[in-house]
């Protein structure tokens, strides 16, 4: 009986083209809205979370400020050593100094900031060498005059390319000439600042031959493996405000609290964006129930015919219940279709990574049940009622 509702489900709908593609647009639009909202907020949202991943999440970012208190006798390089000393869960702290000096090559020059940093930098911000090599432990053990350039400063400097070989004059004052040893490819600026327009140099030959680091721009700590960043970087904070009493004078970040609190802002705003493509769902049930009346209105001989014949009340309600049932899982069915194709038209227009919800697909076939059960019941309910006299005497 069930199949042969569904049937003559599929024979109605075949007879009344339109209205059945009118009662279903409802239902159709209501859930590829939510299978587009839901895959488009995912596919940003691992794309966003992919760029705040490659940061490194085992990382912290300790940023020198500008508030009351002198923070350059705080940001002394020491205070490295501080936070491996008197907090728990930090590995290793890097001091970074960054100044602006003129950069001249056989081709071109002008003024650019360059970054002293260790020989474990590129690894810890996820930053690939495209030709050469990074600075290494033996570059900073012996104070090499040797230069990495970003992308975008190797462009620059060199628009012929082939830079690595070259040699560059690093000029503040006095004028010293760096071996370019290495080539960076191209990175999304992040916690750590930006990186292509940027040269880098060994921290220990910033400090020792060019200037006397007496105060560092900031600090990258790395986080014990299994310790919590999230926790750290509120110990860190604590840490700072203790030694300064100026919430102005440092800026802590780490990229998992950052994951953190994307993931919650993401998922409320998925939710309520969910929510009111829902009711558009509501709105095409209403529409199923609509039609379900006129179906019952003009079957009402065909209703009396099968009542007279012996059909049971349930029977007669099953029969309409699982026609608006039909109606709407065809609707949602066609719904996922198209919200599928259309997100992933969209994804590959904007150059995402496509990315699907699995619970959304079954969020969807769930309430488009739903939507047909609750919508079809009165519809149902109204034919099994009907007296089988009147009903062979309807006109």
């Known amino acids: ?183 960076m490819k191209k990175k999304s600026a992040s916690f750590t600042g930006s990186f292509n327009s940027l040269a880098y140099i060994p921290y220990d030959t910033y400090s020792k031959k060019m200037k006397r680091i007496n105060s560092v721009n900031m600090f990258i700590l790395k986080v014990s493996t299994g310790s919590d960043a999230v926790t750290i970087t509120g110990d860190v904070k604590d840490y700072l405000f203790s030694k300064t009493q100026d919430k102005d004078s440092f800026y802590v970040e780490s990229p998992q609290s950052m994951m953190e609190m994307f993931s919650k802002v993401t998922g409320i705003l998925n939710t309520v964006l969910g929510g009111i493509a829902a009711i558009s769902l509501l709105v095409g049930g209403i529409g199923i129930m609509n039609i379900m009346l006129v179906s019952v209105t003009e079957r009402t001989r065909e209703i009396g015919i099968r009542k007279a014949l012996g059909a049971k009340p349930a029977i007669i309600r099953g029969q309409f219940l699982t026609e608006a049932v039909t109606l709407t899982l065809t609707g949602g069915i066609i719904g996922i279709i198209s919200g599928t194709g259309l997100s992933w038209v969209i994804t590959h227009f904007l150059k995402w990574g496509f990315a699907t919800d699995a619970k959304s697909y079954l969020i969807a076939i769930l309430f488009s049940s739903f939507i047909g059960i609750f919508f079809g019941f009165y519809p149902a309910a109204s034919a099994s009622k009907m007296d089988p006299i009147k009903a062979l005497s309807y006109e």
């Open 1 to 183: 009986m069930f199949f042969e509702n569904i049937k003559l489900t599929y024979q109605n709908l075949r007879s009344n083209k339109m209205r059945a593609i009118l009662s279903l647009l409802g239902i159709i639009i209501g859930v590829s809205s939510v299978i587009m909202i839901t895959t488009l907020g995912k596919s940003a949202a691992s794309g966003i979370k992919g760029e705040i991943a490659s940061s490194g999440l085992e990382t912290i970012t300790v940023y020198k400020g500008w508030g009351k208190t002198s923070v350059d006798k705080i940001f002394r390089p020491s205070l490295g050593e501080d936070f491996i000393r008197d907090l728990d869960g930090i590995d290793s702290a890097m001091p970074i100094s960054e100044d602006q000096y003129y950069l001249s090559s056989r081709y071109k020059s002008g003024q650019f900031n360059v970054k002293a940093v260790s020989e474990d930098f590129a690894s810890i911000v996820d930053y690939k060498v495209d030709a050469g090599e990074f600075i290494s432990a033996d570059d900073n053990l012996k104070r090499r005059q040797v230069i990495v350039l970003g992308s975008e400063l190797a462009e620059k400097l060199f628009p012929a390319g082939h830079a690595v070989g070259k040699t560059i004059r690093l000029v503040q004052g006095d004028s010293r000439t760096f071996t370019v040893i290495g080539i």
